[in-house]
């Protein structure tokens, strides 16, 4: 008897162990999170923008994380949205999407309001990562725009990237902005602890919180119809494991 209550508490202990070792961490765990203004990766380095955003949403889960960032001052407004990949369990993880300049415009609800007039797209660098970028025009709202997506950071046997950053910013004003303009908004844009120092303080991935709600938060993110600001398709979910294998290497479907 004795020793069968010995070999059973081993069992229940190493099950607990095992369980205990598998147990998700609160910052891994999937949902939406809000953080503070001056908060989060994506930042602005100067005017007109500044570095704090309102609201500032982020999306994780154990493989993922995105960062959904207003910048707005009386004239201008920004959104963008960072994606990466996140390795808590494994690393064979990527983006599995691209995202044009034409969906990186039409995502967000300050642009689909009226009708867009796109300039020719154009290959910029910015901190060393590469972009495609564009001007646009909003003529019944007055303003003049530009939209830009980026990829990169792709593991060493896979094509597709672990990391995106895409975009658009807009102030008034009826002539498109030139590519010069356009490069240097862009310009000012970090990540920070990849292009941007880290500083003190920053949120990774908070803890999931019941105030504000999920409900809540998707809204803030998302926006409204007929609002202008959120990005009705966030979060985008776009994350998926790979097969690491040599047979397959470099091929994107692998």
Request: glycine share 10%; charged share 20%.
């Amino acid at each position: 008897m004795g020793r069968s209550y010995v070999k059973g508490s081993l069992v229940v202990g190493l099950s607990l162990a095992v369980l205990a070792s598998c147990a998700i961490p609160d910052g891994a765990r999937s949902g939406l999170r809000a953080l503070a203004k001056s908060e989060g990766a994506v930042v602005f380095s100067g005017a007109p923008f500044g570095q704090a955003a309102d609201p500032r949403i982020v999306y994780a889960n154990s493989i993922e994380r995105e960062e959904y960032a207003l910048f707005k001052s009386p004239d201008r407004q920004a959104e963008l949205v960072y994606i990466t990949t996140r390795h808590i369990h494994i690393t064979n993880v990527v983006i599995d999407k691209l995202f044009s300049l034409d969906e990186t415009i039409s995502g967000f609800r300050f642009n689909q309001m009226q009708p867009v007039v796109s300039g020719t797209p154009f290959k910029l660098k910015a901190k060393g990562i590469g972009f495609w970028a564009k001007s646009y025009q909003l003529a019944k709202a007055n303003q003049t725009c530009g939209a830009f997506s980026g990829s990169w950071d792709a593991p060493g046997d896979e094509l597709r990237p672990s990391k995106v950053l895409f975009g658009y910013f807009c102030e008034t004003g009826q002539l498109p902005l030139t590519k010069a303009q356009i490069k240097s908004t862009v310009d000012k844009i970090g990540i920070r602890g990849i292009t941007a120092d880290a500083g003190d303080g920053i949120v990774s991935v908070p803890r999931l919180s019941e105030s504000p709600t999920q409900p809540v938060l998707r809204a803030q993110a998302q926006g409204q119809p007929g609002e202008r600001q959120g990005n009705s398709r966030f979060p985008y979910n776009v994350v998926r494991f790979y097969k690491q294998d040599e047979s397959c290497r470099f091929l994107p479907n692998c």
